[in-house]
């Protein structure tokens, strides 16, 4: 109730304040904690770990970059190791070789960091992808409330695999070569559907998945690409992306009280200390050219 009163009075103060006034919150600057961005994907591309500190709640830079730590990747399952190599911008790399299968079907992995004598680990396993079957392309002159536009949309064809369980999908899409990474763009589903299907299993991904390939407000034109991968991710994977997209996408009068994004980062001492989160992912890759 202390809180709420404070959220109210702040609100109040900006209703009956002049839109020339400007108002100074201070906020508490906190403990610096580790960040750790890690999500590895079986595709034969640079995989990367970004290490970072937090910064200021209004700060407009970006988040310091950690240098000097090491990275190890362990494959729990198989026994093998993967070094990731410090480029000192706070990026770690590993560029797998043309023979390197880094991620499998249902294999567990651990993620090392260790950095001013502290180690900060994580474990998670690999799940099996859906099948990706071809991706569409249709002009529309813009007429339509679902393409208001004129332009060319991509639609994305794909089956959920049979099995006793949901399984769970991160969507990403690039134009050409560009990803959509803001967080009203991050596409997932449950057994190809938006959770909202029951006993969706083995059936064609169903709208908005297919058609948020072609996210609001963009089109494609002749001559571009549009790529598609499917990343099987696991149930606490899909969950804190849900969270990550209510956070970020939380604003407005009646915004919900902000919390704090879970992590699955741990220290050896049990206490959570860093923050981030480590994902392995199989993908499938489709690819469309619109002519």
Not at 109 to 124: A, R, W
Not at 173 to 181: A, L, R, W
Request: hydrophobic content about 35%; glycine content about 6%; aromatic content about 12%.
């Amino acid at each position: 109730m202390k809180r709420f009163s404070i959220l109210f009075s702040i609100v109040l103060s900006i209703v009956f304040t002049s839109c020339e006034d400007v108002i100074q919150v201070e906020l508490d600057k906190g403990e610096d904690l580790v960040v750790i961005d890690a999500f590895i994907n079986g595709n034969k591309t640079n995989q990367k770990v970004r290490l970072t500190y937090t910064d200021d709640y209004f700060s407009s830079k970006n988040p310091p970059a950690i240098i000097g730590a090491t990275v190890k990747l362990t494959d729990l399952s198989n026994g093998k190791i993967y070094n990731f190599t410090d480029i000192n911008n706070g990026d770690y790399i590993y560029t797998p070789t043309a023979s390197d299968t880094i991620v499998h079907w249902f294999h567990n992995y651990k993620l090392e960091v260790t950095y001013n004598g502290k180690t900060y680990s994580s474990v998670t396993e690999s799940n099996r992808t859906a099948k990706l079957d071809s991706i569409s392309a249709k002009y529309e002159d813009g007429s339509s409330i679902f393409a208001s536009e004129p332009g060319y949309y991509c639609v994305l064809w794909a089956r959920d695999l049979p099995g006793p369980k949901s399984d769970y999908y991160w969507v990403k899409t690039s134009k050409n070569g560009i990803p959509f990474n803001q967080s009203n763009q991050i596409n997932i589903a449950i057994d190809g559907t938006n959770g909202s299907v029951p006993s969706a299993d083995t059936l064609f991904f169903t709208p908005p998945i297919i058609t948020n390939i072609t996210p609001f407000g963009e089109v494609y034109e002749v001559g571009d690409s549009c790529s598609v991968e499917i990343h099987a991710i696991t149930k606490e994977t899909y969950f804190f992306l849900v969270q990550v997209i209510n956070q970020t996408n939380n604003s407005g009068l009646f915004a919900t009280t902000p919390e704090n994004v879970r992590t699955n980062i741990i220290t050896p001492d049990g206490a959570t200390k860093g923050i981030g989160w480590f994902s392995v992912a199989n993908t499938s890759v489709g690819w469309k050219k619109i002519k």
